[in-house]
């Protein structure tokens, strides 16, 4: 079975759990001003503030989304590293040094430090608000299929937990504890990682020594003492066989009369779902998942390599046979959902090109939309990250330049070292004979047991910590927004520095709550898929007027604010009104959607820079006088 709760990993998860309350209670008795609660008092060590960095960007979306994305579609996962990365570019070279010479806690007061309007600070505390939920909502999706496995707990539980130990995290210290909480995690993982993807390459690839037999038609399956069981299925291309041990296994009859072994997910109209036919449980027999994930055939015709280097395993990988998975939905009688999971084979050298998964079909695709859609959601990438209210509020942790710019480089280092991690770890858990097929956020972890489980109970622990110190960066950016910018300066309410400190808190409280509540509405989509819509957005919102701001001496106050809430709703829309969104978030049909393609950053990030343009030249320049 591929989910059995263990004691020693809810131990190990429990302790990372109790230490990081401690630490935040510990933190907590020194964040009592405004500075404290929100920028730390700017005295965050560069070095810490670097790998904190790492922390804070190495979400659920960089851990668990794209490792399984690699691990079910190859190359394709390793394009979301790449494009979050490269968008360090921006925030180094562009955006990191102006923003703190600029700002005191939030992204706003860099965008109002010329003009002192409320307007552009009622745009930039909007955006960030939205943002920040729409980032939120892959990291409690992530949540949630942590705990699921892991303490035997419904998604559901474990997306209210994560939420109430975050929320706590954020309440009792700020962005001191945040910081630290960050640091700990983006250290722990890359750390871990490192030694995952060197067990990786020390066990090699091998092909299984007794691989599951697939039966070429019935008469075979009879001769090898398997049974035949009812099927329930509504025509006969279905064929149900119950082997020695009493597991029933399903399979499909093609056309050309072979039976191929799959893995059938059935939801009933009363919401009951069936793995192969059996309830769906976390324990024991109960849930009937076979793990998959294996290399069928190795260069030169030998069953296992040994040892490998990262460059030999990576040439090896090129020349095996690999099997991989497609998924097929099928209406069934009496109202009944099936998702039908039918293996295939692929060679090595397909999986490392580009193109392979639906979401980046455009790379080969021949059609215009496709290809823009691809396009789009690189670019998205590279100018969402300079745009993440909760990155860029980490500059104002720090002393002064010299600090922002070593501790950016530090964070560039960590994170280029996981991304580059993320291809080996993508790649030995799709070699791992140890995944869900119905669950590509869980490889990193099930590819961690199939090593030992104390590992497996140490990466699931950091994991959960990568949300936590993710979520609470979050939170703690959107809790600025409201308290800082839109109730002291949008609607003017005096407030002293404990005030605001007790408002934040309470902000921090009401994010929560909604965070739980997405968590719980997207359970079902991969965590990497949303963090590029969050990334989407935020470029479209942001990036032309910090950009424009810093660059073009006639940007005005109305351009800005023109510039932020035209990017906001123009990419929420397309989003909303998306083929992906119809669904995977409706349910409906895609084919009505009203837009060509799913990633608006292409058509929406041009559109930001052109509306702040028009707007400023419309209106009048803002006086020398400003300048700082």
């Known amino acids: 079975m591929i989910y ?45 503030n670097g790998v904190a960095f790492a922390g804070d960007y190495l979400s659920a979306a960089s851990f668990l989304g794209i490792c399984g994305m690699i691990a079910f579609y190859g190359y394709d996962g390793f394009l979301y590293s790449i494009g979050y990365l490269a968008g360090w570019i921006v925030a180094l070279f562009v955006v990191a040094e102006p923003l703190k010479r600029m700002g005191r806690y939030t992204f706003a007061d860099a965008l109002d430090s010329r003009f002192q309007s409320r307007g552009i600070k009622l745009a930039a505390a909007t955006s960030t608000l939205v943002v920040s939920l729409f980032y939120l909502i892959p990291q409690m999706v992530g949540a949630g299929v942590l705990i699921k496995p892991l ?15 975050v929320t706590i995290i954020v309440v009792t210290a700020g962005m001191v504890s945040t910081t630290w909480v960050q640091f700990i ?45 009812d099927s329930d299925w509504p025509d006969e291309s279905w064929l149900r066989v119950q082997d020695a041990g009493g597991v029933v296994h399903t399979y499909r009859r093609s056309d050309n009369g072979t039976v191929l072994g799959t893995q059938v997910v059935t939801t009933r109209p009363d919401g009951r779902v069936l793995v192969d036919g059996r309830p769906q449980g976390l324990a024991g027999d109960q849930r009937d998942l076979t793990p998959i994930g294996r290399v069928t055939a190795l260069p030169g015709g030998v069953t296992s390599t040994g040892p490998l280097n990262p460059v030999a395993f990576l040439r090896t990988f090129h020349g095996s046979t690999i099997e991989t998975w497609t998924a097929e939905r099928r209406t069934l009688r009496a109202g009944e959902v099936a998702t039908v999971y039918t293996p295939r084979t692929q060679t090595g050298a397909d999986l490392l090109q580009p193109g392979a998964s639906p979401t980046f079909k455009g790379v080969r695709g021949t059609t215009l939309f496709d290809k ?9 990438l590279f100018a969402g990250t300079a745009s993440l209210p ?8 720090v002393k002064d330049i ?9 964070g560039i280092g960590a994170i280029g070292l996981f991304y580059v991690l993320t291809l080996y770890l993508g790649l030995g858990a799709m070699t791992s004979g140890a995944l869900d097929v119905t669950n590509n956020n869980m490889a990193a972890p099930l590819l961690a047991r199939s090593f030992s489980e104390p590992l497996f109970a140490v990466i699931s622990a950091i994991a959960f910590t990568t949300v936590l110190g993710t979520v609470s960066g979050l939170i703690l950016a959107a809790s600025g927004a409201v308290v800082h910018d839109l109730l002291s300066h949008v609607f003017r309410i005096e407030l002293t520095d404990q005030a605001k400190v007790r408002a934040g808190k309470w902000v921090a409280v009401g994010v929560g709550i909604v965070a739980m509540l997405l968590g719980l509405a997207f359970e079902r989509l991969n965590v990497s898929f949303l963090v590029g819509w969050a990334f989407n957005v935020a470029a479209s919102a942001n990036l032309p007027a910090l950009v424009m701001l810093l660059f073009w001496p006639r940007t005005t106050k109305q351009g800005i604010t023109a510039a932020i809430f035209v990017g906001m709703f123009s990419s929420l829309a397309w989003i909303l009104c998306s083929a992906q969104a119809f669904r995977d978030v409706y349910g409906w049909p895609p084919e009505l959607a009203p837009v060509p393609f799913s990633q608006p950053g292409i058509v929406t990030i041009p559109l930001g820079f052109l509306v702040l343009m028009v707007v400023s030249w419309l209106t009048p320049p803002p006086s020398p006088v400003a300048e700082p």
């Open 4 to 48: 059995v709760t263990s004691p020693l990993a809810v131990g190990v998860f429990l302790s990372f759990v109790v230490s990081v309350l401690a630490l935040s209670w510990w933190l907590g008795r020194r964040a009592t001003s405004a500075s404290g609660y929100y920028a730390a008092h700017g005295q965050i060590p560069w070095f810490v």
């Open 151 to 165: 303490l035997g707990f419904s998604h559901g539980t474990g997306v209210l937990l994560v939420g109430v130990v």
């Open 185 to 229: 995690k983006g250290a722990l993982l890359v750390a871990f990682c490192l030694a995952l993807t060197v067990l990786i390459l020390q066990r090699g690839l091998t092909v299984p020594a007794h691989l599951a037999v697939t039966p070429r038609s019935e008469a075979v399956v009879r001769q090898q003492g398997r049974v035949l069981v």
């Open 372 to 380: 823009l859609d691809f396009l789009s959601l690189m670019l998205a």
């Open 390 to 397: 909760h990155i860029l509020i980490r500059y104002y942790t």
């Open 402 to 410: 010299a600090a922002v710019r070593k501790s950016t480089v530090v």
